[in-house]
């Protein structure tokens, strides 16, 4: 749509989560531009919901409504000194999930399920402790007072810093 992601977004969030009638009451006291094409769109989506999914529109609900960005038209305008400042129309991608209510009045006839569903899968189980060389079980054998902890290193330290020596006076000698 050929509106600001960020005025879009102001008028979407008022009416996520309500039901589909709510939303209607408050898009259409709504007083941004924003509203009439969201409206349109709410509109359509109960309007696909109904033909394609046999729902009844009132018993919906707007579960996720969001807006993302959508290409920018750039424009140019002429300025002072033959400059010129680009104009950004941005324009936006807005999304409305529609979903049954938890209570509808109405309910529409159940299909038939499939004969045979795939058994959901077991939780995994923990692997075993994977069995260990002969070599590595006697390292584990010996205790931990016997073995040295490392012994720290002291940090090496910087070479101090040379000193320069102090710059000679040139003292011009006259020899006659």
Known sequence: MRITPRKARLVVEHIRGRSVPEARTVLAFTERAAAREIEKLLKSAVANAEANHNLIGDDLVV????????PMIKRWRARARGRA?????????????????????????PEEAPAEEKPKRAPRKKAAPKAKPAGEAKAEEKPKAEAKPAAKKPAAKKPAARKRAPAKKKTEEKES
Do not use: N, S, Y
């Open 63 to 70: 579960k996720t409504a969001f807006v993302d960005e959508g």
């Open 85 to 109: 400042a680009q104009i950004r129309k941005r324009t936006c991608h807005i999304t409305l999930a529609l979903v049954p209510a938890t209570t509808a009045t109405v309910t529409r006839a």
